[in-house]
């Protein structure tokens, strides 16, 4: 009988050593912050566009580096103000740099930036960058002078948009975006960004990042833990009002 009573009298002190020593949620967060079934975060080349050689209030449309420049796009260093030579070599750098001294410029549709990224892992990614709108207007030869308007531009995964679409208004500074995009399998990927609709408008973008998203399992076992923790209290209050 003695044997018989002190299992379960064992299995009591140390259940209730958990609340005392032991709490469940950070616990198992902590866990879940090591799962190494977290994907890796992809590295980009370059995200603020520092590698390419500009000069102070200059335009560059690079051919060569990690970036694929579409269109109009390019890269510049402050402070130029909206200027351009033509049809083409159109750019504006009114805003100071988000990282480094440099970032890329667009104007208008068709203008987009593109990088081919390897994933060594299948799963759920984010792609984010800092985007800034000038504001005023731009002579274009041989098209003359127009207001800039709002402009709207897509993160892209190779040729389709992911995402919603984002609208800037000019004189919008430095503003974070973001998109989520699925990896099916490991390999390499072109993620980039677009403008979308044709009119008079410039974007400028800096500071791009692929991080990974944390899978549904891991987010089921934070939840999890807040479940347990929650049942452990009402057994708690149930025991003490039997007792």
């Known amino acids: 009988m003695k044997s018989f009573w002190k299992i379960p009298t064992q299995k009591v002190l140390i259940i209730r050593a958990v609340p005392h020593g032991l709490k469940l949620a950070p616990f198992l967060l902590g866990l879940i912050a090591t799962n190494p079934a977290i994907v890796n975060?992809?590295?980009?080349?370059?995200?603020?566009f520092e590698t390419y050689p500009v000069s102070s209030g200059g335009f560059v449309r690079p051919v060569t580096g990690p970036w694929?420049?579409?269109?109009?796009a390019g890269v510049v260093e402050p402070f130029a103000p909206n200027s351009s030579t033509g049809p083409l070599n159109t750019w504006s750098a009114t805003f100071a740099a988000i990282e480094g001294q440099q970032y890329a410029s667009t104007y208008a549709g068709g203008d987009s930036l593109r990088q081919f990224v390897l994933f060594d892992a299948a799963g759920q990614y984010r792609v984010s960058a800092y985007?800034?709108?000038p504001s005023g207007s731009v002579?274009?030869?041989?098209?003359g002078t127009s207001t800039l308007?709002?402009?709207v531009f897509s993160f892209t995964l190779g040729n389709a948009a992911i995402g919603t679409p984002h609208t800037m208004t000019p004189g919008t500074d430095w503003v974070p975006f973001a998109a989520d995009f699925t990896i099916a399998a490991p390999g390499s990927y072109e993620i980039g960004i677009?403008?979308?609709?044709a009119a008079p408008y410039f974007i400028n973008y800096?500071?791009?990042q692929i991080q990974p998203v944390p899978e549904p399992t891991v987010l089921q076992l934070a939840l999890a833990a807040g479940a347990g923790?929650?049942?452990w209290q009402r057994f708690r209050k149930i025991k003490a009002t039997v007792t």
């Open 206 to 208: 800096d500071a791009f």
């Open 41 to 48: 975060a992809q590295i980009l080349i370059d995200p603020g």
């Open 229 to 231: 923790l929650m049942a």
């Open 149 to 151: 308007t709002d402009g």
């Open 139 to 143: 002579t274009v030869p041989p098209t």
């Open 131 to 133: 985007a800034a709108a």
């Open 194 to 197: 677009r403008n979308n609709t």
């Open 68 to 72: 694929t420049f579409g269109n109009d």
